[in-house]
């Protein structure tokens, strides 16, 4: 009889990285809240998937960028990817600037066999989601030219490239073009304009992508598979929803 534990280990691991946007504007209108809130329930709901998925181990990586100007713009909540069985969801300040640049060159530095995928013949490609509500800004410089040169680097990262992308746009100000060109795919990007259509697209996201893994182990397919049939659910899921809302409101 296989113990539980032994049974865990023989699952593969995917690794769900959120970038999340905590600069200075996600105060207002209570966006940081908002998006505590759902972060919470999307790691209760990944907990959910995480006891039902016999083959596949969620593990999860939380990127704060924007979290103050004294030097740590940008910090790994985690020092390594942790299982979401044993991860508890900590309410996350917002202070700061918007780092784009720095934020996606740590990821790409995390997403390699000597960082956060360091057992790559017993992973799954992961998962990559980021969330904002503005657009790349720094103390100086151009942060625009510094954020398309750290995506053509991510974009030489197979990890990266064969990973199921998504953004979140909160609000009106949110960059689109810029979260396109990280995920590589429009219709990956998902505007939200109230703390309700933000928890429904997490959650959206969550599932699906733990869905899809899953069905890519089953058929034996490459990773590559998962990211256009996200991609084509997310297009149907767009269509699915009324997209008429402007701004933010919090309810």
Known sequence: MVSVDKARVARKKMVMFFLLDASN????GDKMTALNR?????????KDLDVKNTEVQIEVAVLMFGVGDDGEECRWIRNEPEPVDRFEWIDQKAEGWTPFSKALDMLNAAMSRDRFLDTPSASMAPVVVVMSDGHP??????????TSEAIERLNRNRWFV????AAIAIGDDADKKVLSDITGKPETVFEVHDSNRLADVIEF???????ITSTVIRDGEREVGAVERFAEEAVVKHEEDDMNSTGWTTF
């Open 205 to 211: 996201i969550v599932v699906r992508s733990s869905v």
């Open 137 to 146: 800004c720094i103390r100086s410089g151009d942060e625009y030219a510094a």
């Open 38 to 46: 759902c972060m919470a329930d999307a790691v209760e709901l990944a």
């Open 25 to 28: 504007s996600m105060n207002e």
């Open 162 to 165: 064969n990973s199921i992308k």
